[in-house]
């Protein structure tokens, strides 16, 4: 198992916010690419934006990080 795959299973079972950068790091392997705006906005042709408000700056909401696990899930 890589370290990447640590990473989300440990991402997976945990119930708090989780770090921007794994978040980041997670929809970048999926083909998005990063837009800053008033919030972090990710886009990939042919699919939905994600947009990604963050807490502090740094900090991301538990179901903002399920939605980008479930989207990992079906990639």
């Not at 705006?37 to 909401?61: A, L, M, Q, W």
């Amino acid at each position: 198992m890589s370290k990447f795959d640590k990473e989300i299973e440990k991402l997976r079972n945990s119930k708090s916010e989780a770090d921007f950068e794994l978040i980041d790091k997670i929809l970048k392997s999926l083909g998005y690419t990063h837009r800053q705006g008033k919030h972090n906005i990710y886009t990939k042709d042919n699919c939905e934006n994600i947009v990604i408000p963050t807490v502090s700056g740094r900090f991301v909401k538990r179901r903002y990080v399920n939605m980008v696990l479930d989207e990992y899930d079906n990639k």
